[in-house]
Every structure is written in structure tokens, then in C-alpha cells.
């Protein structure tokens, strides 16, 4: 009888839903999670830190989603037309997001985005869009523009870093240095005319901004008559309540959420100026500004109900305080680690975040990055997989959610010392 693993790999291109590119040996089908651990078929206990990639920050199987997933489905999972929870997270999103006068629901932040970009698109009547070198933004045009270049070509010239994508689609794709204003302003102020949008994940992967890069974005946009469009999928009700726009203290045009507003729930949302959102209402059909937005599971009442009950508990008190400093010891203590263990790296990230970049530079964009020991990363990142820690070994980041505690990081701190003493 073939194993799990076999079966896995014998249906799925490398045996994995997307992105996980483990060696065949490593591959594993899980079986259940519950707080920060997850268990494979064959019963082995891993302590988790992709938490579905950031999209359960509450932890795995958390109480109080299970209970108001449980009460919505006995009501129903899906009408495609306003229930009273996606009524209820609407008005919710509405309170605690700075830039959110309308709000419109899909099912990821992948079709949000696409929907974001589109809008920007109608809403100015222009073509082109910029984006940073490096930045993910879902499984469309702009996202998969220049997210893992090799060539690295001279800016603006945008690689694609996935086929099947029309030449004209990238070719209408700018690409910037994050955290450089100066070569941003450059390249706004060339292609003005033609620019719809600055695109742009507040904390770049795990990349901090410099401090007023995010303001003089929103100064390049105003002054480009342009939109300036915040990726929140990982940011959002992550960094704050209030997203990254409120921790930053920046105020986009459009929004777009996903992740962790779901409590491992499919949602996506795009928020923003009531003037852009009412692009998409459906009476406008037949006017040259109007945009098709539409999803069938948008704002279904389970997810609704799972990411009521996921605010909830974020609006506890202590909720954040918790969460930045399980971040801020992690990556204390992964610093502390690679000194003891004589390895030269950077650790980055804020709060739940971390990533380790194998580097003795200052990672301030994608560059400062590109040039860093990437075999040794992988190195790295398997001997965590097999000792026990469930990552994504192509992953820019660690997430950590409310459930993890000193067990946890203790468990990853010693297998980062393994592993460590172990690489190549």
C-alpha cells in the first residue's frame, strides 16, 4: 500500500497544494491542528509556524470560531447576497480601518487584489500600475511581476516570475526599490500620465518601511493623480486592529484584506473611498467607468461568522500586546541563537513576523536580499521541517499566532541551534 506521502505526491504537482517545494522524503499529509501544533497522518506533533500562512492568528481550531462557525452553518454556508454577518464584519471593517467607506467581500486576498488593481484601473483611466521589486500581491499580473527576479533589470522593467501571462499585461507593470523614495519619485513623475496606482505591502514582506518612505508614497500618489493601494492581506488586523494603516499612521485610497480577518476561513475584501467601491454597484452597468465585482462565495455567512468571532477576540484587551512580544522574543532569540552558533544573518520582521536572511547587510528591499546565502537559508529552513518545526522552506516568513507560547518558541530555538550546528 503506498504511503500518505506517495498518494500526496502522486495527485498533486510536488505533492503540495502551492509553494511547499519539499524533497519527496520530506513530504507529509496532516491529519488535524489545534492551537500552534499540528499533527501528520502518522501521528507526529509539529509546532506550527506558517499557521496557514497567516491566516489563523487566533491559532488553529480556536474556540470561540469554532462555536460561530458551528451556529452559521445550521443556518446556512452560502446565499451569494448579503447576510447579517457579512452586514455586521461590513460595518465592522467600516469602524476600524481608516480607509474603508465601502466595502466589498471575495473569497482571497488573491481575487481582492486582482478586483484592487482593476478598480484603480477604471477609477483613473489609466493603464499602468507600480509595484516594489520582491512584493507578493496573489497569484495575478502584478503579483507575480518581479516577485522572484534573477535578472534583476534596470527599473522600472518588470520580469515576470511566472508564465502565462500576456506581454502587454507585465509590460503595463512598473517596478520601484522598496524603502528608495528618491528612485520611486523618479519613475512616478516619468510615467504619471499613464499611472493608475502605487501598489505597494506596507511592511514589505518582513521589510520594515523607512521611517516616511509609506508618507511620501502617499504624496507621490496625490501628486500623480494617482491611487495609492495598500496590500493589507497580511498586514491587516495583524500589525493593529486598524491594519498597517493605522500602525504607520498612513491613509490609502483602496485596501485590500484577506488572511487573518478569516480565522482560517476563506475572505478577502476590498475597502476604500466610497467614490472608488461605487465603481462596481451594479446600476452603473453599461457606463464606461463600471467594474464587474462579484464572487461567489464573497462575504459568505460562514466566513463572516468566523471573522466576527476573530475580531472579537482581537479587540480583547492585551490581544496585540501579546502578539508583539511573542514576535519580539522570537526574534531575540533567533538572534541570540545564530550569534552563539558564529553565523552571520539579519533578522527581520514586526510584530508576529520574523524572518532570518543569511546576510551580513542591512535588508532594507529585495536587493539587499538577492545578494544573501540563499542555499544556506534552505539549509536552514529543512533542518527546522525535520526537526520537528512545520514551515514553508521557500517562506519569507515565520507567523505567529495568540496560541503560541514559551513551548512553542522554545521547541524552534532548539531546533534552529540543531539545525544551525548541522547546515553546510
Known amino acids: 500500500m503506498p504511503t500518505d506521502a506517495e498518494r500526496s505526491l502522486a495527485v498533486f504537482p510536488g505533492g503540495s497544494l502551492g509553494e511547499y517545494d519539499l524533497p519527496p522524503g520530506d513530504v507529509l499529509v496532516l491529519a488535524r491542528g489545534e492551537g500552534a501544533r499540528v499533527w501528520d497522518t502518522a501521528g507526529r506533533e509539529l509546532v506550527d509556524f506558517t499557521m496557514g500562512w497567516g491566516s489563523v492568528l487566533l491559532g488553529h481550531a480556536h474556540a470561540a470560531v469554532l462555536a460561530a462557525v458551528r451556529r452559521q452553518i445550521e443556518r446556512g454556508s452560502n446565499f451569494a447576497s448579503v447576510s447579517e454577518p457579512a452586514l455586521q464584519l461590513a460595518e465592522e471593517l467600516v469602524r476600524a480601518v481608516a480607509c474603508a467607506e465601502r466595502v466589498r467581500f471575495c473569497a482571497s486576498g488573491t481575487e481582492a487584489m486582482a478586483y484592487a488593481t482593476r478598480l484603480a ?32 533589470r534596470d527599473f522600472p522593467e518588470p520580469e515576470p516570475t511566472s508564465a502565462g501571462f500576456p506581454r502587454d499585461a507585465v509590460a503595463e507593470i512598473l517596478v520601484a526599490p522598496y524603502n528608495d523614495l528618491e528612485r520611486t519619485a523618479a519613475i512616478v513623475e516619468r510615467h504619471r500620465r499613464a499611472l493608475a496606482a502605487i501598489v505597494v505591502e506596507p511592511l514589505h514582506r518582513c521589510t520594515s518601511p523607512r521611517p516616511g518612505f509609506l508618507a511620501g508614497l502617499r504624496r507621490l500618489a496625490d501628486a500623480a493623480g494617482a491611487l495609492l493601494v495598500f496590500d493589507e492581506t497580511v498586514t ?28 482560517g476561513y476563506p475572505i478577502g475584501a476590498v475597502v476604500g473611498r466610497a467614490d472608488v467601491l461605487d465603481l462596481v454597484r451594479e446600476a452603473r452597468l453599461g457606463e464606461p467607468g463600471y467594474v464587474w465585482f462579484a464572487s461567489s462565495l464573497g462575504g459568505n455567512p460562514v466566513s463572516a ?11 480583547r484587551p492585551g490581544a496585540y500586546e501579546r502578539l508583539f512580544t511573542l514576535g519580539e522574543r522570537l526574534r531575540e532569540g533567533l538572534r541570540r541563537t545564530l550569534t552563539e552558533a558564529g553565523v552571520v544573518a539579519h533578522v527581520q520582521g514586526d510584530g508576529p513576523l ?14 539587499t536580499a538577492f545578494g544573501s546565502d540563499r542555499r544556506r537559508a534552505r539549509a536552514f529552513l529543512l533542518g527546522l521541517f525535520r526537526r520537528g518545526v512545520f514551515l514553508n522552506p521557500m517562506s519569507t516568513k515565520l507567523y505567529l499566532s495568540l496560541a503560541h507560547g514559551d513551548f512553542e518558541l522554545a521547541r524552534l530555538l532548539e531546533a534552529a541551534r540543531a539545525a544551525l550546528r548541522d547546515a553546510p
Open 305 to 315: 461568522a468566523a471573522a466576527l468571532a476573530t475580531l472579537a477576540e482581537l479587540r
Open 121 to 152: 484601473r477604471a477609477f483613473t483611466g489609466r493603464p499602468r500600475l507600480l509595484k516594489f521589486e520582491g512584493a507578493y500581491h496573489g497569484a495575478n499580473d502584478v503579483g507575480t511581476v518581479s516577485l522572484f527576479p534573477r535578472e534583476l
Open 354 to 367: 520574523a524572518a532570518v536572511v543569511f546576510t551580513d547587510r542591512e535588508v532594507v528591499d529585495y536587493r
Open 236 to 263: 491587516g488586523f495583524r500589525l493593529a486592529y486598524g491594519g498597517a494603516q493605522a500602525y504607520y499612521g498612513v491613509r490609502p485610497d483602496v485596501a485590500v484584506l484577506g488572511k487573518a480577518l478569516g480565522g
